[in-house]
């Protein structure tokens, strides 16, 4: 069982950014195996992929996140982090942090509670 705590959600303004964390429950050996990634859920819509990275630091983006969104993961702490730049009212959104086994099995696959990101136009 993996638990996962996010943290640093917010209200900022056009433009601005925010840095995401999630803090996991793991060993740093189990921490390491799995893909990290954030996902986030508009009001009436599906929940969508945002960044991820895998254990062996690769990293993936949904195009709306290119160029202004970095995943980025510290085993050390056992902490996977979202810098978001230059934000949108479109950015505004729960964002969730997901921890992914390599296995694709379900029942190794875990969620934070989300946290808040709103962004003022």
């Known amino acids: 069982q993996v638990q996962l705590v996010e943290s640093g959600g917010g209200f900022v303004q056009r433009g601005g950014s925010l840095r995401l964390s999630c803090a996991a429950s793991a060993s740093r050996m189990m921490f390491s195996i799995y893909t990290m990634g954030w996902y986030r859920q508009s009001p009436g819509k599906q929940r969508e992929l945002v960044a991820t990275?895998?254990?062996?630091?690769?990293?993936d983006y949904a195009d709306s996140a290119k160029d202004r969104f970095t995943i980025s993961r510290d085993a050390t702490k056992r902490t996977v982090y979202l810098q978001m730049n230059n934000l949108k009212p479109e950015d505004t959104a729960v964002y969730y942090c997901?921890?992914?086994?390599?296995?694709?099995?379900?029942?190794?696959?875990?969620w934070g509670q989300g946290t808040q990101v709103t962004v003022a136009s």
């Open positions: 990275i895998t254990g062996g630091g690769q990293s």
């Open positions: 997901n921890a992914r086994h390599p296995s694709g099995l379900a029942s190794l696959n875990y």
